[in-house]
């Protein structure tokens, strides 16, 4: 019983080094990501509404944005599409969609806006798909939409310049 114990012992610690060491191998790479992400985005600048990236296997279009004043608040609206450069199906993440205003702050996409909403899920290889998602938003002179695909490894980001006489209908 005793030989048994220092065995288990012995293979628990094993295996808590071997944790450890590739724990520590991801957080590095992950470092790395980020440095790479960082530097392309700073060095490529902003796209303009209009303009496609691509994005991991995605190619993204943001067609068009414009701010919508709902009863005490600001809604940013944007049209955008995906189209699936892989073989295979590939899952678009919404959640990895972000606006952010002229002050710095960031904003989620808001599930329950009524629009010609876009969304998520599976899309089939060379597929396309299009909608808009709508962002509750404090009243700002500028707007960036960005998308970073889950791994981290891509970034792209867009020039929402909304003119101020520029509304919904307008």
């Known amino acids: 019983m005793d030989k048994k114990l220092w065995l288990l012992l012995g293979l628990i610690l094993i295996l808590g080094f071997f944790s450890g060491m ?56 944007a049209d955008l599409s995906f189209q699936n450069l892989a073989e295979d199906p590939q899952e678009i993440p919404l959640f990895n969609i972000l606006v952010t205003d002229g002050d710095g702050h960031t904003y989620e996409n808001l599930s329950s806006y009524d629009d010609q909403r876009l969304v998520g899920g599976q899309i089939r290889a060379g597929g396309l798909r299009r909608g808009t998602l709508a962002f509750e938003v404090d009243d700002s002179s500028h707007y960036e939409l960005s998308y970073t695909n889950h791994s981290g490894s891509g970034l792209a ?14």
Do not use: C, K, M
């Open 22 to 77: 590739f724990i520590q191998s991801q957080r590095t790479a992950g470092d790395q990501q980020s440095f790479e992400q960082t530097a392309s985005a700073s060095s490529s600048g902003l796209l303009e509404i209009g303009e496609t990236a691509e994005v991991g296997n995605f190619n993204i279009t943001v067609h068009d944005a414009y701010v919508s004043s709902e009863q005490n608040s600001e809604v940013l609206v």
């Open 157 to 170: 980001a867009w020039n929402l310049a909304i003119p101020e006489n520029r509304s919904a209908g307008s």
